[in-house]
């Protein structure tokens, strides 16, 4: 939105967001980045198709060129090691089960 774009472009992520935000915005993408998602794969430049109606998002990269993308990556060192923040990151669920913390089994 600061730099004008709002309505051309959309905000995908598997991360969470504030109610103030504004256009076409997707949030809560599973798999997230973090566990090695399809969003972790995504690079500068890559299309992505949204059809919001049937409720699909798609990135336009061939299947090998995924594969080959899924291969290369690796998880990011954690942000936090210590603290309120990794124990967050350590014990919150996936956005698919309401991104809730949960004790380990």
Request: charged letters at 25%; glycine letters at 14%; proline letters at 4%.
């Amino acid at each position: 939105m600061g730099r004008g774009l709002g309505d051309r472009v959309a905000l995908i992520t598997d991360g969470r967001f504030s109610g103030g935000s504004r256009g076409f915005v997707v949030g809560h993408i599973s798999p997230e980045a973090a566990v090695g998602g399809p969003i972790g794969l995504i690079r500068n430049g890559d299309s992505i198709t949204i059809d919001a109606r049937a409720r699909t998002i798609q990135v336009d990269l061939s299947a090998r060129k995924m594969k080959m993308r899924r291969a290369e990556w690796r998880p990011r060192k954690a942000y936090a090691t210590t603290g309120v923040l990794a124990k967050y990151a350590y014990l919150v669920g996936s956005a698919s089960s309401g991104a809730v913390m949960e004790l380990p089994e």
